[in-house]
């Protein structure tokens, strides 16, 4: 069982920067593939980010690229989403996840269902 308590979330304007974190908890929390999903009104959940156990493998959607980073701390049980240059379009309820490592070496989790563990949501608006 594992816990996930996102924070950081807030309201920014067109270019700002933020820095979302998740707070894990739960019996060897630091194992699980990590991943960063967002959801806006009306849109379904999209995948943004996702991090392996090691933190040496990362994975992100095309439209975050360069702009948005995953990173984790495992002394800390956290795991963080650095959002630089924000749109608009990345207004939505941030959602952190934790899958626990049941795919071959390499593969992604990059779909709601590789996830068994579910934070709360962190909002973020994005003022134009």
């Known amino acids: 069982q594992v816990q996930l308590v996102e924070s950081g979330g807030g309201l920014v304007q067109d270019g700002g920067s933020l820095r979302l974190s998740c707070a894990a908890a739960g019996r060897n929390s630091n194992w699980y593939h990590m991943g960063w999903f967002r959801q806006a009104p009306a849109k379904e959940r999209e995948f943004v980010a996702s991090?392996?156990?090691?933190?040496?493998?990362?994975y992100s959607v095309d439209s975050v690229k360069g702009r948005f980073t995953i990173s984790r701390d495992n002394a800390k049980n956290t795991v963080y989403l650095q959002m630089n240059s924000l749109k608009p379009e990345d207004t939505a309820v941030y959602y952190c996840?934790?899958?626990?490592?049941?795919?071959?070496?390499?593969?992604?989790?990059?779909?709601?269902?590789?996830?068994?563990?579910w934070g709360q949501g962190t909002e973020v608006t994005v003022s134009s």
């Open positions: 991090i392996s156990w090691s933190g040496g493998d990362t």
């Open positions: 996840a934790a899958a626990f490592p049941s795919k071959p070496y390499g593969s992604h989790y990059d779909t709601p269902r590789d996830y068994g563990y």
